[in-house]
């Protein structure tokens, strides 16, 4: 059972450049996650998806697009990196969300991102 | 105000001691609480979950929660060099948006 997988693990962009990070998980869950971590700084969230064919703005969207392609695959777009984007990016999943119960976050290996 | 705030750290704390861990969160409609441990490196990964005001205790974790203060807190009882890590407290907002704090990493001294 793979989980949640990214790829890829590591990337090195030239400022301006664009990518795409990957994120498929295999536990059927609903919802999925888009986080940023940088020292010192927690995890902040970038998108989230409820559920499939829903995608929502969370912390730092700013420079970031999404799509959620369907219920496994959740991707993370940068159209014009710059260097304020080097980060380690982790995908995550949970199974239900709602107003009155969270299950706990399952999260990838994460994407090591530097942009020069 | 940040939505999740935890103890800047680091802490230090000798093998064996209890390390008190805490957070506290600004949704006052936030109803699941999570504690994540993080080695260096890695990604985090669960280590308590709790939706009930109280106490509630796994192994050497407890995880305690108090609604009214908007507090919640992680104790680790006999800790241990490999208990040394960064601790992130995590809070759903609005029910889709897990939101965490900065963490606070914790040092076990042998």
């Known amino acids: 059972n793979a989980g949640v997988t990214q790829t890829p693990k590591f990337q090195v962009l030239k400022t301006g450049q664009s990518m795409t990070l990957q994120c498929a998980q295999d536990m059927n869950h609903n919802s999925m996650y888009w986080y940023r971590q940088d020292p010192g700084m927690g995890l902040r969230l970038i998108y989230y998806s409820a559920s499939e064919g829903t995608t929502d703005k969370g912390e730092v969207p700013n420079g970031y697009n999404v799509s959620r392609l369907n219920k496994r695959e959740f991707s993370l777009r940068l159209e014009s990196a710059a260097p304020s984007q080097t980060s380690v990016y982790f995908c995550a999943s949970l199974v239900q969300a709602t107003s009155s119960y969270n299950s706990p976050l399952h999260f990838g290996n994460g994407t090591r991102l530097t942009v020069t | ?110």
């Open chain 2, 1 to 110: 105000q940040k939505e999740v705030e935890q103890n800047s750290g680091p802490l230090s704390v000798p093998e064996g001691a209890i390390a008190s861990l805490n957070c506290t969160y600004s949704d006052r409609g936030s109803q699941s609480f999570f504690w994540y441990r993080q080695y260096s490196g890695k990604s985090p990964e669960l280590i308590m979950s709790i939706y009930s005001n109280g106490d509630k205790e796994d192994g050497r974790f407890t995880a305690q929660l108090n609604k009214a203060s908007q507090y919640v807190s992680l104790l680790i009882r006999d800790s241990q060099p490999s208990d040394s890590a960064t601790y992130l407290c995590a809070v759903p907002t609005g029910g889709f948006k897990t939101i965490f704090g900065a963490g606070t990493r914790l040092f076990v001294k042998a």
